[in-house]
């Protein structure tokens, strides 16, 4: 079986605990009296596609890893097809915070949610690392009955919430991965450590640019 084997750079990531699954269902319609939802500060969306996510941390010696892409047998050659995940998760809102602070805050959140997308999905798989992973986040949404400036009763969509906090949907593709082995670095491996740091750099003006269009969604 052919196998699709490259070196990386091991990972070495905490993930917070401050991110809860939700199961929120879509209840009864619940009426609301007043002609304006006040408590509606804002509504997030956010679709990335970025490349293998990986980093590392120099601490005693690089340590490098070998990553097999999971394949599919067919026939006499392996498929490696690109899977799908989805989970809902809870999301803090973000109260009197602007500019700078808000985007910061806002880019915090979204590391957690994605952090939590792809455990679940490496649990789904039977995978170490999800290669090449592309979210897209955006608020559950729930129709409720309002009274618009007639007094008539209409209905419109808003963001699910479940004990104080946004229902948020992530929806994730990419390619299941496992670890083969590990061995210890060379100065024959400084070309991993240079294509890297490269990588980082794009990464970063791509971000910039993702920061800049969600500003311009937040406030409403």
Not at 133 to 145: A, S, Y
Not at 182 to 211: A, C, P
């Amino acid at each position: 079986m052919k196998k699709f084997i490259f070196p990386l750079l091991l990972s070495a990531f905490l993930l917070g605990s401050g991110i809860e699954t939700a199961h929120a269902q879509r209840g009864a319609a619940k009426t609301i009296t007043t002609t304006r939802l006040a408590d509606i500060q804002a509504t997030y969306e956010r679709t990335e596609a970025t490349a293998l996510e990986a980093k590392h941390e120099m601490l005693i010696e690089p340590l490098i890893a070998n990553v097999e892409v999971i394949g599919r047998k067919n026939g006499t050659t392996t498929v490696f097809e690109n899977r799908k995940f989805a989970g809902e998760y809870l999301m803090s809102k973000i109260e009197n915070v602007k500019g700078v602070n808000f985007n910061a805050v806002l880019d915090v959140l979204y590391t957690q949610l994605k952090a939590s997308a792809i455990y679940d999905f490496c649990l789904q798989e039977k995978a170490d690392l999800i290669v090449m992973p592309q979210f897209k986040i955006t608020h559950k949404l729930e129709t409720v009955q309002v009274t618009d400036d007639t007094g008539a009763a209409t209905t419109t969509e808003v963001p699910c919430e479940r004990n104080g906090k946004y229902v948020m949907q992530v929806e994730m593709t990419g390619f299941p991965a496992r670890y083969t082995g590990f061995r210890t670095g060379t100065e024959h491996d400084r070309w991993i450590k240079d294509l890297y740091l490269q990588g980082m750099l794009s990464n970063s003006n791509v971000n910039v640019q993702l920061s800049e269009e969600s500003s311009k969604k937040v406030r409403e």
